[in-house]
């Protein structure tokens, strides 16, 4: 018996050793071409491009949208598009990923980094291999050929404290939540928020440095209920990260407090619905992420086909785009209110 | 002379040092707050949030008593709160019936653990970790991770009363189960003798299989019901609102005192854990601490107090020690 399963078990290795053999040998002859006129020319017609998408994470509604962008794109110009991610927003889970497919020898690997640092090297390792890298919510990143954001930062944090202000009177605390410390995109928002309010409405103040509960809907409610305990003029909740108005809302609804309090930031519309038929958000902010996702494919399949980017870039039915060094920035956000959040569709 | 050295040893233990470390951290943070720290309605928020993993810890408390270590709970809580959601959005139903899925979803799949954990022989961590990534990993397939919102008016219109009942009436119960079944029962006193020493346990002829099956089942229901308060304080039932806080969890049962070899640990310690890691968290925005230190400032926190707790106890064992030469 022992025998047979030992028997069993070395020729499953030896096959499996095989396997990886094999497709390693195919890796090494595309490197070979990795001078994109070639590539295309290797590629036939039946023979697609290979674009793995890598997301903060999977298992969010955000990213399930951004992937339906990612296969929408694949429909629409017959290539090889999927999304992968780790299951929780780990930087460092991000890069065992890009290193296997790295491995497995993709042709374009477009990121939404957790961390933009931390991905930096395995980034210009996949460039080193020749693989086209696009990413997405993270300006300047070292390591990608192109970033592509789908609103101007500025612009954006603007909009959104404007509105905040306007909501609140323009006086009293108040609080920024963010995804994490970390992430790139949420903490240039609100530096911008801070610099804006600062200047253009300064009876508004910072209750405390921005804290990091964006990303998690039970500990943006505990969060909410104690900063309200311990700052009395505390009136508006500026909240990057989807959940944090969620959590936000939860606690004034307990507390019932809607209408005294402002809530704006970004949300899912659908998530975010009750909230804002009740009040509770007053506003929310966003940008269409099945077009993140369908733009990250997009430059990715051009840099691919071995064209250029230059200002006469254009996607179709997107907004304006300005290059800027090697970031793609793109004006297209979305206002949520009562009134339209259906119209979204996610 | 018997309650004397039960008195005594009370004020020995660990349980008695980490009461005295809540005790003074209560003080400074009411101090560092102006009193805001021990309102009522401050309290009762603190003990509200931080019911579900109170709750969970409870059940982490059984399986690490036992010798074990469980790291799937968080997996198995999931699976619980998305079958409760589930039904809640597809047949309304009413906190009797969630409570029963929630709890009853979390048991079986404990009990699964606890199969393997009893035939396979090999290190519990090995086999709970494998069971939270099959567990996870199915979760994703069939769910594709999409958050699920909107439950009955029942379920989302919050009452103060509810709220209450729902999040620290848990908590007190699962406590005070906990407390009876450790304390009282027969089963409790072999969930410490398979944890002190399996052998022996063996040999006295303790059951280890129905030991395994009911702690990893208590584990299960407890990680279920956590699950629920959890959704229920959110109103959101999501995969990864659970996944990730695992640590967390374990930190609360750990500084509680209990032995991660097995065979020692109490409810009162886990209490105890519970609140100083809600005092801390809650405590540092009190207070005001910035974000960038709280990290900082909540470990170099645990890092002196235990410090202390540690070189008490261990003078009150050296102390006993030479009582004992002396006689």
Partial sequence: MKKVLSLLITLIMVLSLAACSNSSGGDGGEEKSSEPAESEESKGSDDQYEIAVVVKVVGIDYFSVFEDGVKKFAEDHNVNAYVTGPSTADAAEQVNIIEDLINSGVDAICVVPNDATVLESVLQSAQDKGIVVVTTESPDQVGADYDVEMIINDAFAELVAEDAAKSCGGSGEYALFVGSLTVPLHNAWADHVEEYLADKYPDMKLCTDRIACGEDSALARETTLDLLKTYSDLNCFICFGSQGPIGAAEALTEQNRIGEVTVVGNIIPSEGSTYLESGAITTGYLWNPADSGYASCYIAQHLLDGKEIDESFSIEDMGDISLEDKTLWIDNPITITADNWEEFGF | ?327
């Fill in chain 2, 1 to 327: 002379m018997n309650n004397k050295t039960a008195k005594n040893k009370f004020f020995k233990s660990y349980e008695f040092m980490l009461l005295c470390v809540v005790i003074v951290l209560t003080i400074v943070l009411a101090a560092a707050t102006g009193g805001k720290s021990i309102k009522p309605d401050n309290i009762i928020d603190m003990l509200t949030s931080y019911s579900a993993y109170g709750v969970i810890a409870v059940g982490c408390l059984f399986v690490i008593i036992s010798g074990g270590i469980d790291i799937s709970f968080m997996a198995v809580a999931a699976v619980a709160q998305y079958l409760m959601a589930l039904y809640m959005l597809n047949m309304g139903g009413n906190f009797v019936v969630i409570y029963i899925i929630s709890i009853g979803a979390g048991a079986g799949l404990g009990l699964i653990n606890a199969v393997l954990v009893n035939r396979l022989k090999v290190p519990t961590l090995i086999i709970t970790i494998a069971t939270m990534n099959i567990i996870y990993g199915l979760m994703m397939r069939f769910t594709s991770g999409v958050r699920l919102h909107g439950f009955p008016g029942w379920f989302s219109q919050k009452t103060e009363a509810s709220l209450l009942f729902v999040s620290v009436g848990t908590l007190a119960a699962a406590l005070l189960t906990a407390w009876f079944i450790l304390k009282r029962t027969k089963m409790g006193r072999r969930v410490y003798a398979v944890g002190g020493n399996i052998e022996a346990a063996k040999r006295c002829g303790v059951s280890v299989l129905s030991v395994h099956l009911f702690v990893y089942g208590f584990a299960g229901a407890a990680a279920g019901t956590g699950a629920l308060i959890k959704c229920y304080l959110s109103q959101q039932a999501s995969i990864e609102a659970l996944y990730g806080d695992e640590m967390d969890v374990l930190a609360m049962v750990v500084l509680g005192g209990v032995s991660l070899s097995g065979g020692k640990g109490s409810v009162f310690g886990t209490l105890l854990g519970i609140v100083l890691v809600a005092l801390l968290s809650n405590g540092m925005i009190l207070v005001g601490v910035s974000s960038y230190w709280k990290d900082l400032v909540i470990g170099a926190v645990i890092l002196i107090s235990f410090c202390i707790t540690g070189w008490r106890v261990l003078a009150a064992k050296k102390q006993e020690r030479k009582e004992g030469a002396a006689e």
